[in-house]
T-cell receptor, first 114, second 111 residues
Framework: AQSVTQLDSHVSVSEGTPVLLRCNYSSSYSPSLFWYVQHPNKGLQLLLKYTSAATLVKGINGFEAEFKKSETSFHLTKPSAHMSDAAEYFCVVDRGSTLGRLYFGRGTQLTVWP | DARVTQTPRHKVTEMGQEVTMRCQPILGHNTVFWYRQTMMQGLELLAYFRNRAPLDDSGMPKDRFSAEMPDATLATLKIQPSEPRDSAVYFC?????????FGQGTRLTVV
């Protein structure tokens, strides 16, 4: 079975400081992993994906995530937060190999202070 | 710019009425999902299809919900009869291995 745990429901940072959103997963297979972002009253936008290629994945808007199999983690980072990064972020796991049921974490609300 | 299109964006209806939500997947995508988002439950999978065939609808209350893909360009989610607890944002997503793209959602309010 697949599951995702986002370790923080809320993260607050100051503009210009680093962002770390933590995600641990459980999967019986070699998973595909994703981060999605949702701005208020909007749909979900794909930030980045890991699909068994390079373990360090670069996404849009300066975000990165590193797949660590030994730690079953897929944390999302950004070196310098911008006000426009304030949103809810979802870590998502799929069984891998073929797009199938997506398992969502509960989300992390990122607040960016000026 | 290809995108998943959902209609309507907002729907307010009275309890007991039928609600139909529509989704136009991105052309060429073979997998379509329906998710429901609420504050309490987060994002829940209702159903998903591959090549128009339902693969998993275990998350859907069968007595009132139904999901179909009449053709490759249209997916529908129906609720009959609707209840206040169905109030949520319903998202459709389409994908082609390995990633999925979400629509803007239908915000349903049942009064």
């Amino acid at each position: 079975a697949q599951s995702v745990t986002q370790l923080d429901s809320h993260v607050s940072v100051s503009e210009g400081t680093p962002v770390l959103l933590r995600c641990n997963y459980s999967s019986s297979y070699s998973p595909s992993l994703f981060w999605y972002v949702q701005h208020p009253n909007k749909g979900l936008q794909l930030l980045l994906k890991y699909t068994s290629a390079a373990t360090l994945v670069k996404g849009i808007n300066g975000f990165e995530a590193e797949f660590k199999k030994s730690e079953t983690s897929f944390h999302l980072t950004k070196p310098s937060a911008h006000m426009s990064d304030a949103a809810e972020y979802f870590c998502v796991v799929d069984r891998g190999s073929t797009l199938g049921r997506l398992y969502f974490g509960r989300g992390t609300q990122l607040t960016v202070w000026p | 710019d290809a995108r998943v299109t959902q209609t309507p964006r907002h729907k307010v209806t009275e309890m007991g009425q039928e609600v139909t939500m529509r989704c136009q997947p991105i052309l060429g995508h073979n997998t379509v999902f329906w998710y429901r988002q609420t504050m309490m439950q987060g994002l829940e999978l209702l159903a998903y299809f591959r090549n128009r065939a339902p693969l998993d609808d275990s998350g859907m209350p069968k007595d009132r919900f139904s999901a179909e893909m009449p053709d490759a360009t249209l997916a529908t989610l129906k609720i009959q009869p609707s209840e206040p607890r169905d109030s949520a944002v319903y998202f459709c997503a389409s994908g082609l291995n390995p990633e999925a793209f979400f629509g803007q959602g239908t915000r349903l309010t049942v009064v």
